[in-house]
């Protein structure tokens, strides 16, 4: 099993960014898909999920209306496009995958992570 986060980079405030994840080792469409961040001395944050079809979404509040998941089962891929960045935006940022049809928020629920992509917006 292997997610492979890309798409990170430094950016300005304002800016957008968009990432993605590529999966193998496992169907992807039997997943749920999520992204998390990471900044140090801080636990893991939960920023979005999507249900198996990418039907359900869900965001923590700090990134809707800015951020989008959506995930392309047949290219085994899932994206997050951040858009308006902010220099709070800044950390690495984690693709998870959680062996069901839904889920939430908890990281601990997930199955498979990748190493991450560090996102760092400056202002």
């Known amino acids: 099993v292997q997610l492979v986060e890309s798409g990170g980079g430094s950016v300005q405030a304002g800016g957008s960014l968009r990432l993605s994840c590529e999966v193998s080792g496992f169907v992807l469409r039997d997943y749920t898909m999520a992204w998390f961040r990471w900044v140090p001395e801080s636990e893991r944050e939960f920023v979005a999920s999507s249900s198996w079809?990418?039907?359900?979404?869900v965001y923590a509040d700090s990134y809707k209306g800015r951020f989008t998941i959506s995930r392309d089962n047949d290219k085994n891929t899932v994206y997050l496009e951040m858009n308006s960045l902010t220099p709070e935006d800044t950390a690495a940022y984690y693709c998870a995958a959680r062996r069901s049809l839904f889920g939430g928020s908890v990281y601990e629920e997930y199955d498979y992570w990748g190493r991450g992509t560090q996102v760092t917006v400056s202002s």
């Open positions: 079809s990418g039907g359900s979404r």
